[in-house]
């Protein structure tokens, strides 16, 4: 087992195998629902859409969604669109309305023009909108909370986090934060950044407002309470730190 993830109805339960297996299990009877097989490939990023209609994940340069039927549907079909894509797909994120996907993109050492960020229509599997700017590979990328903005990072020294509009799909922000990953907090005002150390932004106009250096170690994770009024992040020796953010701000 490699992932697992709970739809937002609670009604379903998804899991990935190191064996490139996604299986769906209702979560009431746990009677399993579908298997897709993904040979030679190891399912990542496994993710349910907000409304829970959907179920994505990527392989090496595929990028899955599985269209959850409607209750009085024939429970074994279940529709799969696959999207293939001719470089490697690093991460994946619904937006709010779960009407589209954004990924991320880039080989390690590869060509730049590889280095992409793309959105998707999630029904139909077209192509939106390609966004272009990184120089190297793009290890993360995720919608704000109200879906107004999108938020790639990439890989490297030096490597910048981008701000785009998701209307215009213009790049409205550059923050030079040293590679790593990153999310917004939950009312969108706040950006999070994450690798040796945890770094605090104001979404707005990129301002760093705090550089966290507890951690002795790189930091693997970081997350932001429900309310907006917390922050933890842990590292590789199992450390989490927790601080208010209304002290920084």
């Known amino acids: 087992m490699i992932a697992c993830a709970w739809s937002p109805d609670g009604a379903l339960i998804a899991s990935a195998s190191v064996h490139g297996t996604v299986r769906v299990w209702d979560a009431e009877t746990f009677q399993e629902l579908g298997v897709h097989e993904n040979p ?4 990542r990023h496994l993710q349910f859409s907000p409304d829970a209609r959907y179920l994505a994940w990527t392989t090496t340069s595929s990028i899955h969604i599985w269209s959850r039927p409607a209750a009085e549907e024939d429970q074994s079909k279940r529709p799969l669109v696959q999207l293939k894509y001719d470089a490697a797909v690093n991460a994946l994120s619904f937006n709010p309305e779960s009407t589209r996907i954004v990924t991320a993109h880039g080989w390690c050492d590869g060509k730049p023009e ?10 139909t599997g077209a192509v939106l909108a390609l966004l272009t700017g990184h120089t ?7 919608f704000s909370p109200d879906g107004r903005s999108i938020l790639s990072i990439q890989v490297g020294h030096g490597g910048p986090a981008k701000i785009w509009d998701a209307v215009s799909w213009k790049e409205t922000l550059s923050i030079e934060i040293d590679g790593g990953r990153g999310c917004f907090s939950p009312g969108g005002e706040y950006i999070v950044t994450w690798n040796a150390q945890v770094k605090l932004w104001r ?19 970081a997350a932001f309470s429900l309310n907006g009024e917390f922050l933890a992040s842990g590292d590789e020796d199992g450390i989490v730190h927790i601080r208010r953010i209304s002290n920084f701000d």
């Open 136 to 142: 190297a590979e793009v290890w993360h990328a995720l």
């Open 114 to 123: 590889d280095c992409v960020v793309r959105i998707w229509d999630v029904a």
């Open 203 to 221: 979404a707005s106009d990129g301002l760093r407002l705090v550089t966290f250096t507890e951690h002795k170690r790189f930091v693997t994770d």
């Open 40 to 43: 030679g490939s190891f399912p």
